[in-house]
């Protein structure tokens, strides 16, 4: 079939009407697309749309979907090279077609040659304005909210960006919900205060001030990864905070050396079973340190810790740090919330939240969230 004479081209600075979601470093040529969610939406009058994308990885190839009018109609890997892909063609020229590409995998801290760029479209239409929504929302977590093992069968258990999804995922059902436009800032293994295997540098918390700090590697150091984020340029009405399934876990596993100090790190247990008491003290005071980094940079936000999606043994603790905070604070915009368990029924790929799972979350998450928000 004959090519279509009437694209052309345009440079993403060129389109006064794309929408941007996620931290980003503000530099649109080339856009770099950082965490899980992050996307690009636009509203296009046309019959086709190509768009121009550059994906590097050593380890961990991203993955993009992409949903037409809200819907996800393809889903992909992405090989490392630069290259068009057709999100749609043939379509009606005189209607109006809302797309988002989006990043379907998290920020990668284990591959420092792993990053998604997007360079510029293709189209034989106009770019036309994109709806704001109401309200912003900010997720903050770790494999939960990154997506993982919210795609793919019961059986999988290899760690690869196949089995995770922005899409099939409580962040995204929540945002849609509440009609909210919304960020991820998310880790696999991560905690408030330490990873599930004793890692105390991996923490959200050290990172959050940075647009994508938690990434390695010089390229992602020369796209601005670790860049300080510009909080007034996005303001949320509501940071969620889904962390603490990986501390728990640091209790159930063996002691972590530091490679460079020789140091050993470890969240004990008691005789009995029960957590130590001295560490759960520590364990609290990172979830009341994390909240007064949250207010600074979010003044007016509600926060919210959720908690519960794989059990919740560190909730008694969650309860405790969120009172001290309040009392110490007098803020009064900070709440808990336990989340349905992951069940039988509703579990995913690699022992994760399924799809399922993920659901019931966010009917939950969004009925509470309204009235935070007084719908």
Not at 11 to 29: F, M, Y
Not at 230 to 255: I, K, M
Not at 357 to 363: C, E, F, I, L, Q
Request: net charge negative.
């Amino acid at each position: 079939m004959k090519s279509n004479e009437k694209l052309r081209t345009y440079s993403l600075s060129d389109v006064s009407n794309l929408k941007i979601h996620g931290r980003t470093t503000g530099q649109l040529v080339p856009l770099t697309l950082f965490w899980t969610g992050s996307a690009v939406e636009l509203n296009v009058k046309g019959s086709e749309l190509w768009v121009e994308i550059e994906s590097d990885y050593d380890l961990y190839e991203p993955w993009i979907s992409i949903l037409i009018n809200g819907v996800p109609v393809s889903r992909q890997m992405l090989t490392a090279e630069r290259y068009w892909i057709c999100v749609f063609r043939g379509m009606n020229e005189n209607v109006v077609k809302n797309v988002r590409i989006v990043k379907d995998v998290q920020a990668m801290n284990g591959d420092p040659g792993c990053s998604l760029q997007i360079h510029a479209l293709k189209s034989d239409g106009s770019f036309v304005p994109v709806e704001e929504k109401p309200y912003k929302i900010e997720f903050i977590g770790d494999s939960i909210t990154s997506g993982e093992g919210a795609i793919g069968a019961k059986a999988e258990e290899d760690w690869i960006p196949m089995w995770f999804s922005a899409i099939h995922n409580y962040t995204a059902m929540t945002a849609e919900a509440l009609n909210a436009e919304y960020r991820v800032i998310s880790q696999s293994g991560w905690g408030v205060l330490t990873s599930w295997d004793n890692n105390p540098k991996a923490n959200i918390p050290d990172y959050y001030e940075q647009v994508c700090g938690l990434v390695t590697g010089d390229k992602n150091a020369a796209l601005g990864a670790g860049d300080q984020h510009d909080f007034n340029s996005w303001q949320p009405d509501v940071v969620v905070v889904n962390l603490g399934s990986n501390d728990g876990g640091a209790f159930q596993t063996p002691e972590w050396k530091d490679p460079v100090t020789g140091k050993l790190y470890k969240q004990r247990l008691n005789e009995d079973g029960t957590y130590h008491e001295e560490d759960l003290a520590v364990f609290e005071k990172a979830v009341t340190r994390f909240l007064t980094q949250l207010r600074k940079n979010n003044p007016e936000a509600q926060l919210v810790w959720a908690y519960g999606m794989l059990g919740f043994p560190m909730m008694p603790a969650i309860y405790r740090a969120v009172d001290a905070y309040t009392k110490q604070s007098g803020d009064t915009k900070v709440s808990v919330i336990q989340l349905p368990n992951t069940t039988e029924e509703t579990v995913g790929a690699r022992s994760h939240p399924g799809e399922l799972s993920h659901r019931r979350t966010a009917d939950a998450l969004a009925g509470y969230l309204k009235g935070i928000l007084k719908f």
